[in-house]
């Protein structure tokens, strides 16, 4: 039933239990509530089940070092630390690539570099399930202090309470591939080059596919913080 005035909040809470108020295609309706909220099991249920199985086991399978760099990032407004990191892990979810993240235990800069460029090693600790080959890094050079990921409005809704939610995403144009980049299977160890002459970077780790270049993985990596 399409309703032809605005509900206030309380009139859908009070009805919560009897009636289910929503919006559907930009309009407010109404209709029984459910006996059994259980959803029928379709292909795009089951499919986004899936995706949502995939998102917590692939946050819970990232080390500890990444929950506590993910914690001491800067995060967007009126959105905690693991929203960001459910967040990122969902959209690797939808791609299919819940590949788990590297423990990053050292940072060190290789002194044979040629001019113009910086050569970064970045040491991991290995455990089960981890593939180095399926990671790379977008960096940033920094002027000998940590940068602060910026973040920016994306969209903005009502939801079907009546309350404006904003989407917020990560400002990432400023953090780019490395010109080249190595990995030692067996210790391992990356070895990243990249055009700058500073000795300081920030960078995240992204899955190594060209559908997943681009995601933020929901933690920001600084080099003055790491041995």
């Known amino acids: 039933m399409i309703l032809t005035a605005e509900p206030t909040l309380s009139t859908v809470q009070r009805f919560r239990g009897v009636a289910d108020i929503y919006k559907a295609r930009g309009q407010t309706v109404a209709r029984k509530w459910p006996r059994n909220p259980r959803q029928p099991g379709t292909p795009a249920q089951l499919e986004t089940w899936r995706r949502w199985r995939d998102m917590l086991h692939w946050v819970r399978s990232n080390p500890l070092s990444w929950f506590a760099h993910a914690k001491a990032t800067s995060t967007p407004p009126t ?50 399930g981890f593939d180095p080959r399926q990671i790379s890094f977008r960096f940033r050079p920094s002027p000998g202090h940590r940068w602060l990921l910026r973040w920016y409005e994306h969209r903005k809704r009502i939801d079907r309470y009546g ?57 920001l990596y600084h080099s003055q913080d790491l041995p």
């Open 79 to 128: 959105a905690s630390a693991h929203d960001v990191r459910r967040k990122a892990g969902y959209q690797l979810a939808v791609l299919s690539l819940s590949y788990p993240l590297p423990d990053i235990t050292k940072v060190s800069l290789n002194p044979n570099t040629p001019p113009g460029q910086t050569t970064i090693d970045i040491y991991c600790a290995d455990f089960p």
């Open 163 to 219: 309350k404006t939610k904003i989407t917020y995403l990560p400002l990432t144009t400023f953090y780019a591939l490395p010109s080249s980049l190595s990995v030692n299977p067996g210790q391992p160890k990356y070895r990243a080059k990249i055009l700058s002459i500073t000795s300081y970077v920030s960078f995240f780790p992204v899955i190594n596919h060209p559908l997943a270049l681009d995601l933020y993985t929901g933690a």
